[in-house]
């Protein structure tokens, strides 16, 4: 939409759950999060829940489309929670939060940094409880990120900051 709220457009229109975009920095690109039901239970189950105003995400892969809504290409294959992604100021790589290590454990998730096209996955965390929401600094020197690491009660959430070296 225009920033004054007019001539609002939908972007995607497949079946299932779609977001927590954020845009490039250069404005041209979107990166968000989706499930895309595909077998005829998942699609059941999906619609039931919609009826009542929910949804169950699970597996969500990453996805990258150009800022109109064209070239929508899957990012992340991997079959786990992966969210929160966030362009690294290059406009190559984002950055995710997943539980791809640990599937099973829902509150084991870590940092990750992707290319666009898939490649080049590297772990950035390893800390056994939740790490995400990761987001770069413009200058692309310093990554923030929310993790239960050295809470003083159990899930209380922290604001960290580092250094980001290549």
């Known amino acids: 939409m225009n920033i004054d709220g007019t001539h609002v457009r939908q972007l995607t229109h497949e079946l299932g759950y779609d977001g927590g975009p954020f845009f490039s920095y250069n404005g041209k690109k979107i990166v968000y999060r989706a499930e895309h039901p ?24 990453l996805w990258v489309m150009d800022a109109d809504g064209r070239h929508k290409h899957q990012v992340t294959h991997n079959g786990a929670a992966n969210f929160a992604p966030f362009w690294h100021p290059d ?71 580092a250094d980001w070296a290549e």
């Open 38 to 61: 595909t077998t005829p239970k998942e699609i059941a189950d999906y619609k039931e829940l919609l009826s009542r105003g929910l949804i169950r995400p699970g597996n969500l892969e």
């Open 91 to 161: 406009g190559k790589r984002i950055i995710f939060a997943s539980n791809v290590a640990d599937p099973n454990n829902p509150r084991n998730f870590d940092l990750y940094i992707i290319n666009e096209d898939g490649s080049g996955l590297d772990r950035i965390t390893y800390h056994p409880d939740f790490d995400g929401f990761p987001m770069f600094s413009s200058d692309g020197k310093r990554l923030v990120w929310a993790s239960n690491r050295n809470g003083k009660a159990p899930h209380e959430t922290n604001i960290f900051i």
